[in-house]
């Protein structure tokens, strides 16, 4: 495990965006997380970063309101059918008794960037990061890692070609590729590979602490999906998998590749095109292509256990 590293988290919380942020509590030094509209709309991911972070008992940690919808208009279609109306399964949310720290995601990115020695993880679509990089052209040189969840080397999830965090907005998600951050992708081909279902709901209900009973519930009915949808028993535990990369890359393989987001495609909207010729343009981006899941399931569950590992 390298020293906590320090990351802002950019996401839209979503099931598997709440693990992402037990995950980053645990193993990171969490400095912000600014909220999009993806899975739920943005008024619900950003309550729901707070739930995540109060139940945690990391009421310290700030989160940033950012973008409703995509750079080039209305949302078309969130992914409240994989994650419920709310976001969080259906499960009840504890009243809140924190709020966000600001509206402005755009400018808490760049801030909490500046020392140039902070990673940025998006799980979500990637519409606060190209206008992070809009209000300032430079922040890209600031920025050490960028670590996403959002494509695929391989299928889709919404289409056949797209995955839902690309496809939710891919002008943002093109401009973000083309930008010359360091990025690591973390797409579906990676983490169908870090799959959770009910032999760890019932580790966390064993375990008891809040943050788990309230993980498990909403790991129920994300699961369910999966089994209904897929026929599979676990669902694929995206998001944590971009911050697992940045304490325990280990655990993962990568390659080198030229990838390029299509952003006009009858059929392959949102697709990342990842150029494995021999010959392809010189690599872009970092694609993970292979995980340690059963390591990387005990660490997220860890996390999700004891999310500020206070108990030993
Ligand atoms: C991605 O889309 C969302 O539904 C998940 O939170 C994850 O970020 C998977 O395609
Ligand atoms: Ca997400």
């Given at each position: 495990?390298?020293?906590?590293?320090?990351?802002?988290?950019?996401?839209?919380?979503?099931?598997?965006?709440?693990?992402?942020?037990?995950?980053?509590?645990?193993?990171?030094?969490?400095?912000?997380?600014?909220?999009?509209?993806?899975?739920?709309?943005?008024?619900?991911?950003?309550?729901?970063?707070?739930?995540?972070?109060?139940l945690?008992?990391?009421?310290?940690?700030?989160?940033?309101?950012?973008?409703?919808?995509?750079?080039?208009?209305?949302?078309?279609?969130?992914?409240?059918?994989?994650?419920?109306?709310?976001?969080?399964?259906?499960v009840?949310?504890?009243?809140?008794t924190?709020?966000p720290?600001?509206?402005?995601?755009v400018?808490?990115?760049?801030?909490?960037t500046?020392?140039?020695?902070?990673?940025?993880?998006?799980?979500?679509?990637?519409t606060?990061?190209?206008?992070?990089?809009?209000?300032?052209?430079?922040?890209?040189?600031?920025?050490?890692?960028?670590?996403?969840?959002?494509?695929?080397?391989?299928?889709?999830?919404?289409?056949?070609?797209?995955?839902?965090?690309?496809?939710?907005?891919?002008?943002?998600?093109?401009?973000?590729?083309?930008a010359?951050?360091?990025?690591?992708?973390?797409?579906?081909?990676?983490?169908?590979?870090?799959?959770?279902?009910?032999?760890?709901?019932?580790?966390?209900?064993?375990?008891?602490?809040?943050?788990?009973?309230?993980?498990?519930?909403?790991?129920?009915?994300?699961?369910d999906?999966?089994?209904?949808?897929?026929?599979?028993?676990?669902?694929?535990?995206?998001?944590?998998?971009?911050?697992?990369?940045?304490?325990?890359?280990?655990?993962?393989?990568?390659?080198?590749?030229?990838?390029?987001?299509?952003?006009?495609?009858?059929?392959?909207?949102?697709?990342?095109?990842?150029?494995?010729?021999?010959?392809?343009?010189?690599?872009?981006?970092?694609?993970?292509?292979?995980?340690?899941?059963?390591?990387?399931?005990?660490?997220?569950?860890?996390?999700?256990?004891?999310?500020?590992?206070?108990?030993?």
């Open positions: 495990m390298t020293d906590r590293p320090r990351i802002v988290l950019d996401c839209d919380p979503g099931v598997d965006d709440t693990f992402a942020i037990f995950t980053a509590l645990r193993y990171c030094d969490l400095v912000a997380i600014t909220s999009v509209a993806g899975n739920v709309g943005l008024n619900h991911t950003t309550r729901n970063a707070l739930v995540a972070l109060q945690a008992g990391a009421e310290h940690v700030p989160v940033h309101q950012g973008a409703a919808g995509p750079l080039n208009g209305e949302v078309i279609e969130d992914a409240s059918h994989v994650h419920g109306a709310a976001g969080l399964g259906g009840t949310p504890p009243e809140l924190i709020a720290a600001s509206d402005d995601a400018g808490a990115l760049l801030d909490a500046a020392d140039g020695d902070t990673v940025v993880v998006a799980v979500g679509p990637l606060n990061l190209a206008l992070a990089l809009e209000r300032d052209p430079t922040w890209v040189h600031r920025v050490p890692r960028l670590v996403i969840m959002g494509g695929s080397l391989d299928a889709g999830n919404v289409t056949a070609a797209a995955e839902f965090n690309i496809w939710a907005d891919p002008e943002a998600a093109a401009r973000v590729f083309q010359g951050f360091d990025l690591t992708m973390a797409g579906l081909n990676l983490t169908h590979q870090v799959r959770m279902g009910p032999p760890e709901t019932v580790r966390l209900r064993d375990a008891g602490s809040p943050t788990a009973i309230f993980a498990a519930d909403a790991l129920d009915f994300y699961a999906y999966s089994r209904r949808e897929y026929g599979i028993e676990k669902t694929a535990m995206h998001d944590p998998c971009a911050v697992l990369e940045v304490v325990r890359p280990d655990l993962f393989a990568r390659e080198p590749m030229h990838v390029v987001v299509e952003t006009q495609g009858t059929h392959t909207r949102g697709m990342t095109l990842c150029d494995r010729r021999l010959n392809a343009e010189s690599a872009n981006a970092s694609v993970m292509t292979a995980a340690d899941g059963e390591a990387a399931v005990d660490l997220i569950v860890a996390a999700t256990i004891d999310p500020l590992g206070v108990s030993g």
